[in-house]
């Protein structure tokens, strides 16, 4: 890696005719920040009838055992039999953290989350990852946000200086030690994700040994500490499949809070072609021509990543279209 700019999107993107969308990025609510601290304006919040409530146990999504419907606050609508997050009205929420959200993209109506003390009967925790891809947009954007500040609160109860408690601030977006004030704030994990193509723009993509056969994917791997995210692609890539990379694009993003990444993909420009799989992370890569793709994604011989991943966005942009088969 020389340190050779890449393209700016929107030249990336003019290369490609055309351009899958990312799910779970494009939609937001409005997590009105400012109103975090304001008491006055969290308790009309909290006792408007149309705010609603999400309801977790740590980082897991309570659902309810029997029917699985949405529950009585039904803000949004879920098919009835399927795990669906759990809205109720402020007057039904279980006691617990209070987390503010922010506020629907469409209605302004509030939107709260509440880290349940116990999990009450009839419910159970589901992870989010089993029913995400049928979530809407909308929903999923404010469920995204809750389940990655619920891990967090999960896993940090104690402040990593003095091994304090930490109590939880700014409507759940901070925790602050009682012993000795240090202010611990959510974390997220950069990770990069990558189409690497050739000069016959032929495109590598790489297999875990424990995933089923055939199935395949974009590399991908933790941003470093001190490391940028055009060296972390360029690392990632030789380290995995031995592969030089040269000119790094960026691509887009998508928050993928398993427990707290935030995917950033690139395109990526090889150097060389000549493949050496580390055999830990990697098994097996391959370069794929798009005829070679079309042709074993319809004989089902080649399983590419589901349509809910950046993974497959970068794939289809590159490929030009959508593709058939998924995990
Ligand atoms: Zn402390």
Redesign the pocket.
């Known amino acids: 890696m020389t340190g050779t700019p890449g393209l700016d999107r929107a030249d990336l993107l003019s290369q490609y005719s055309h351009q899958a969308p990312i799910a779970l990025s494009p939609h937001a609510h409005n997590r009105v920040a400012l109103h975090r601290t304001d008491e006055a304006w969290l308790d009309r919040a909290w006792a408007d009838p149309a705010t609603r409530v999400l309801l977790l146990d740590g980082g897991r999504l309570l659902v309810r055992d029997a029917g699985g419907t949405n529950g009585a606050g039904d803000a949004f609508d879920g098919d009835a039999g399927e795990p669906a997050p759990t809205w109720v009205t402020p007057s039904e929420a279980p006691t617990g953290t209070r987390i503010l959200l922010g506020e629907d993209a469409e209605t302004d109506a509030v939107r709260f989350a509440v880290l349940v003390d116990e999990v009450p009967a009839g419910m159970r925790g589901e992870i989010l990852r089993t029913f995400v891809q049928d979530l809407g947009a909308d929903e999923a954007a404010l469920v995204l946000h809750a389940v990655a500040l619920g891990e967090w609160h999960r896993a940090n109860r104690h ?1 990593p ?4 408690r930490l109590e939880v601030r700014e409507s759940g977006h901070l925790r602050v ?1 009682v ?4 202010q611990q704030f959510p974390r997220t994990d950069p990770a990069v994700i990558m189409v690497v193509t050739d000069d016959e723009d032929r495109c590598l993509l790489g297999r875990q040994a424990r995933w089923p056969e055939g199935r395949y994917s974009t590399l991908a791997g933790f941003v470093e500490p001190g490391e940028s995210l055009e060296h972390a692609v360029a690392r990632e890539v030789e380290e995995e499949v031995g592969v030089e990379v040269g000119e790094v694009s960026y691509f887009g993003n998508q928050p993928w809070p398993f427990p707290a990444s935030l995917m950033i993909g690139f395109f990526a420009r090889a150097r060389t072609t000549e493949i050496s799989v580390d055999g830990a992370e990697i098994s097996d890569a391959r370069w794929f021509t798009r005829e070679e793709m079309r042709a074993e994604a319809e004989a089902g011989t080649l399983i590419l990543p589901g349509g809910i991943s950046i993974s497959r966005s970068l794939v289809e942009t590159w490929y030009g279209g959508p593709l058939p088969g998924q995990w």
């Open positions: 402040c200086r003095c091994g304090g030690c012993d000795c004030g240090r």
